[in-house]
């Protein structure tokens, strides 16, 4: 079946500017993340979703993020006013539930964003 | 939030064993360990995990120490295919968020 999809893959902005992630998460998933992976580190998480609400959105760094999953699907993630140093890859993933011990995540390929 | 340590880098040859071990010293009772891995361009995949006893999967093997304090993850047969970082997390059945590490960068020589 279908893996969980992100678009764009790469995107190149310009300082200042507004940009949108979009995450397809596996069909019928209810749990939905957010990480962030700068070059030589592992991913740090941003947001965790269940359902349509944001259960925890203790990982976004400031208020220029914000996300939203209004159907309990597709989720976007929001930058307000880029700043050269939000360029990174934006990893979102999906589980079937959000808690538990087999709670394996899927994660999508990513997007890859550069402020210039 | 309960930490992991391993090793930056381990090189291996092609059809041969490998070994990733690590160490969590400061586990609970209630953390499982979970590996994941992230081929190169792409997301991190799960590979296995596991609470007490040594688990195996048609991917991996995870061993895990008596006192659980330390884990060995065993790729029986490295192929090209399984070279990328391997992330070894804590969590527990209430958490939901993975807390990753920097990994251990496995390069596999043909």
């Known amino acids: 079946g279908a893996g969980v999809s992100q678009t764009p893959s790469n995107k190149v902005t310009e300082k200042g500017k507004y940009v949108e992630l979009r995450c397809d998460p596996i069909?019928?998933?209810?749990?939905l993340y957010w990480y962030r992976q700068s070059l030589g580190q592992g991913p740090e998480f941003l947001i965790y979703?269940?359902?349509?609400?944001?259960?925890?959105d203790s990982g976004l760094p400031n208020d220029r993020f914000f996300a939203v999953r209004p159907e309990g699907s597709v989720s976007t993630l929001k930058i307000q006013r880029t700043e050269r140093g939000d360029s990174a890859v934006y990893l979102c993933?999906?589980?079937?539930?959000?808690?538990?011990?087999?709670?394996?995540?899927?994660f999508g390929p990513g997007t890859r964003l550069t402020v210039l | 939030d309960a930490k992991t340590t391993q090793p930056n880098s381990m090189e291996s040859n092609e059809e041969e064993p490998v070994h990733l071990p690590c160490n969590h010293s400061t586990i609970s009772g209630t953390d499982y360990i979970h590996w994941y891995r992230q081929l190169p361009s792409q997301g991190p995949e799960y590979v296995i995990h596991?609470?007490?006893s040594n688990v195996n999967n048609r991917m991996a093997s995870l061993a895990i120490a008596e006192d659980r304090k330390s884990s060995t993850l065993i790729l029986h047969r490295a192929t090209l295919r399984d070279a990328a970082v391997y992330y070894c997390i804590l969590s527990r059945v209430s958490d939901y968020k993975l807390s990753f590490g920097a990994g251990t960068t496995v390069t596999v020589r043909a």
């Open positions: 596991g609470l007490t």
């Open positions: 993933a999906s589980s079937s539930t959000g808690q538990g011990s087999y709670n394996e995540q899927f």
């Open positions: 979703f269940q359902g349509t609400g944001a259960a925890d």
């Open positions: 069909s019928g998933h209810t749990a």
